[in-house]
């Protein structure tokens, strides 16, 4: 046991303390205004206080459903895109075995996923992994309306039905979409799904701790109550009564804004273990689509190290001076492997002979913040003490309020995402879809001229 620490020494060298306590000046406010539902984008703030209002008898009837699917499906395919798939993805990869996806059985549920792209190839072929297996779909959308899930969810559905039979595929599907709204709520009612709901005030990137995310992690065996406890206690220790220099989410959103006034326009999520690489993912999406408008904020990108530092290491030694680094450090390994001695030595890696892998890792971490700082890259790290559903459930709460503070001290809306509107009209125009005839006639003549 321990803490989420977080390690702000390595970029004093590139903002001076004056520059964040500017910034920390302004967290009180911002985080009073989630709290109190004040600021910019209020109707969407219901994920504050989720935590604290997911209720035993909420979480058991997650738990439930999970079981019974368990009990149905080697294989259960979570069909969603964006905020309705990453936040799952991201605990689920970063709790499971490193092959644990290699045996599915029943009771060892393996998820897989759809709707989050729309290759041909792709879903030909998971059709084609899916043929005679012991499966089930957990569809979810927000709008009920999102073409990626929508399509995917018409092929998996007609597959289910062929193999199982219309009532017995209804049994193997269960829904998760608005209380009233949209195409996919009609459906479920229309064909008896089991459903739950996401609430009108969580938007998709802060869903995690909704059944959105705690169904498909529960499905794949992990425990949504310690996660959910793990986020209970970030929320008491970012809470607005908590004094700003103890909240750390108040200090990375003061941190990260600091060097972004002063150039550093990309923050690298790194890690040092592959289990949190959706973590990155899942973050970049709840950064760059709460941030990203209005002409500013942070471009949020990531890398795995020390994989990436044979790929990507060199461009952040030495490229452009516009970014700083995000580390999220694991203090303590699931398990331990010791360098066995070699009695010729021909490799020379006898001088770490007895010692654990995870040394030699934890050393390529500082001596690459190190050789950063050196080049130009401030360095924020933020350690948790091991990979499990408790640390899991704090980090992701962290990440969401330091999120709203940091999107208010950038004075945007931070829970809209206006921008990616834009290509849904074209494909649409492009595809013929009714109700967008003008748009069609607009495109194809500007396509023409150029
Ligand atoms: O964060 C968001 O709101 C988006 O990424 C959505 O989650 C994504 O577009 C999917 O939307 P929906 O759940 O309505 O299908």
């Not at 009073?32 to 935590?51: C, F, I, M, Q, R």
């Not at 979570?78 to 970063?94: Q, T």
């Not at 009233?180 to 089991?194: D, I, P, Q, T, V």
């Not at 006898?350 to 030699?360: I, S």
């Amino acid at each position: 046991m321990g803490n989420i620490k977080l390690e702000l020494g390595g970029i004093a060298k590139f903002v001076n303390q004056n520059e964040i306590d500017n910034f920390l000046a302004l967290a009180p406010v911002c985080n009073s205004a989630l709290h109190e539902k004040t600021g910019k984008g209020n109707d969407y703030l219901g994920w504050v206080n989720l935590p604290n209002e997911i209720s035993d008898k909420q979480l058991a009837d997650v738990n439930e459903t999970a079981n019974n699917l368990r009990k149905l499906a080697e294989i259960v395919v979570v069909i969603g895109i964006g905020g309705s798939y990453l936040g799952a993805k991201a605990v689920i990869d970063s709790l499971s075995g490193s092959f644990d996806y290699a045996t599915p059985s029943i009771g060892n549920t393996q998820i897989i996923y759809a709707g989050h792209n729309i290759s041909e190839d792709y879903l030909f072929e998971l059709k084609k992994y899916l043929e005679n297996k012991k499966w089930a779909i957990i569809v979810i959308s927000k709008s009920g309306t999102t073409t990626e899930p929508a399509l995917a969810f018409r092929l998996l559905k007609n597959d289910l039905e062929q193999q199982f039979g219309k009532a017995e595929a209804a049994k193997r599907i269960v829904a998760i979409t608005d209380e009233s709204k949209g195409a996919l709520r009609k459906l479920s009612e229309n064909e008896g799904y089991k459903t739950f709901v996401i609430p009108d005030d969580v938007g998709g990137r802060y869903s995690v701790l909704t059944p959105v995310g705690l169904l498909p992690i529960a499905v794949a065996g992990f425990d949504i109550n310690k996660l959910v406890a793990g986020a209970k206690k970030m929320y008491a220790e970012t809470d607005n009564s908590v004094s700003i220099d103890q909240n750390l989410a108040a200090k990375y959103a003061a941190a990260r804004n600091a060097l972004y006034v002063k150039g550093k326009t990309t923050e690298i999520m790194v890690n040092y273990n592959p289990k949190l690489h959706f973590i990155a993912e899942w973050w970049k999406q709840l950064y760059g689509e709460s941030e990203g408008k209005e002409e500013k904020g942070i471009f949020p990108a990531s890398v795995n190290f020390t994989t990436d530092l044979h790929s990507m290491g060199q461009y952040i030694q030495e490229g452009l001076r516009n970014i700083f680094e995000t580390v999220v450090s694991v203090n303590n390994t699931k398990y331990k492997v010791q360098v066995p001695k070699d009695e010729h030595d021909l490799d020379s890696l006898n001088f770490l002979a007895g010692r654990n892998v995870d040394d030699v890792n934890k050393m390529a971490e500082l001596g690459t913040k190190l050789a950063h700082i050196d080049g130009g890259v401030p360095n924020i790290r933020i350690e948790i003490p091991e990979i499990s559903e408790f640390y899991i459930g704090q980090l992701i709460y962290f990440f969401e309020k330091a999120c709203g503070i940091s999107g208010y001290m950038l004075d945007v809306n931070p829970f809209d995402q206006p921008g990616v509107e834009g290509y849904k009209k074209n494909m649409f125009a492009l595809l013929g879809k009714p109700g967008f005839e003008e748009d069609t006639l607009a495109i194809n003549k500007r396509l023409q001229a150029e």
